[in-house]
Every structure is written in C-alpha cells, then in structure tokens.
C-alpha cells in the first residue's frame, strides 16, 4: 500500500533547527519524488523543496536556500527535511509530498507534522 | 519568488459552475504544461484533483476540469455541490527545477 508516514510533532525554540522524518513504501520511495510543502497557520500551501530518493540531489525554493537541507536514507527509504535557524515564522504543519519524476503530480501526501517555533 | 495570484474567494449556488484562476508568468505557468490543482477541506491533507493542465487522477468526479491559456490557468467546477465547499490551490513547474503554489481560493456554496 503506497504511503507516506511522517514524524511527531516538534516545539522548537528560535534559533533551533528541526528534522522531520518521511518514511515512504517502497514502490513510492524508488520511483518518486519526495517533495516538501508547509501550511502555516490559517495560511496558503508553500512548496520548500524536493529529493530524488535514489539519485538526483535536491532543489529547494530560492525562499529557504541555506536554511534547509533533505537527505535521504535508502536503507530505511525514508526522507528527511533539515530546517535551520528556525524562527516564528517557521511555525506550520509540514507535509511531505510524493510525484513521479518531473511532474507536480503530488499523488500521495503524508499526514503533516506540526513545527511550533516559540520562545 | 511569488506565489501564482488567485482570487481570495469564490461562490455559487448548488448546481452552478464556478471557474478560478491561477496567473503567472512565462517562467511557470505559461511555460509548461505542469499545473495541478489541490482541494483542501479544514484540517484536512490536500488532494490532488487534477495535474498536468486538464487530467483527472482516478476517482476525482468529472465535474471537475482543468485548462490553460497563456500565463492563466483555470478550474471549473460544474454542478456545484455543497461537498466542493473547500479552499483550491493551483500549483506549476517554476524553471531551475522549482515549484510553485498559487495563492489559495476559498470556494462556498451558497
């Protein structure tokens, strides 16, 4: 069954980088892109990035360039999404999202992890 | 980098069509043929009801459809039901291997 299961809630204080998990099956995770999207509160969908989990490297909105990095784990086929320097801002679910390749055909969603940036 | 412009709000009566609109530039959406739309109730994860312009992933009611014409897209919903009461967001291929959301719609039905 194809889906995307993404890690626990995370309150982060300012300045604090945060790791977010997304485990795919394993028909997802050797043939799609894994992209990221966040939803802050009452707000619009925001795309953040992209990884290839077995082979291209990533490519992330211009937005958050040196403050985000996704990495890739093949042996667990999971995906993670770094965000550094976190601020209030920051604060938003966080979805991992999975598309056949070079497509924004965004076919299955994990359920969102809530990041709370707060002091 | 900005967010493809739709409009805040849209309505209609159950039964009507409603169409909403998604503009950018040549670098996205008038430059490829890589448009999504998503469909999201309160709380809940988006759903993809169309990609690539104007198909429909399996499942998704054909009252829904998709077009484009030069930097604008559109989705119509025709014979509007009270369970399309939802915000819509489009989304196009941006050039350097970049995404990009539109700005959101929030359909009611009247």
């Known amino acids: 069954q194809e889906q995307l299961v993404q890690s626990g809630a995370e309150p982060k204080k300012p300045g604090a980088s945060v790791k977010v998990s997304c485990e795919a099956s394993a028909s997802i995770f050797t043939t799609y892109y894994i992209h990221w999207v966040r939803q802050a509160p009452g707000r619009g969908l925001e795309w953040v990035g992209t990884i290839y989990p077995t082979g291209d490297g990533p490519s992330y909105a211009q937005k958050f360039q040196g403050r985000v990095a996704m990495t890739r784990d093949t042996s667990l086929s999971t995906v993670y999404m770094d965000l550094s320097s976190l601020r209030s801002e920051d604060t938003a679910v966080y979805y991992c999202?999975?598309?056949?390749?070079?497509?924004?055909?965004?076919?299955?969603w994990g359920q969102g992890t809530l990041v709370t940036v707060s002091s | 980098q900005s967010a493809l412009t739709q409009p805040a709000s849209v309505s209609g009566s159950p039964g009507q069509s409603i169409t909403i609109s998604c503009t950018g530039t040549n670098s996205d959406v008038g430059g490829y043929n890589s448009v999504s739309w998503f469909q999201q109730h309160p709380g809940k994860v988006p759903k993809l009801i169309i990609y690539?312009?104007?198909n429909r992933p399996s499942g998704v009611p054909d009252r829904f459809s998709g077009s484009k014409s030069g930097n604008t897209a559109s989705l119509t919903i025709s014979g509007l039901q009270a369970e399309d009461e939802a915000d819509y967001y489009c989304n196009s291929y941006r050039t350097s291997s970049t995404y990009v959301f539109g700005t959101g719609t929030k359909v009611t039905v009247l």
């Open positions: 999202a999975a598309a056949p390749s070079g497509t924004g055909r965004f076919d299955y």
């Open positions: 690539d312009v104007s």
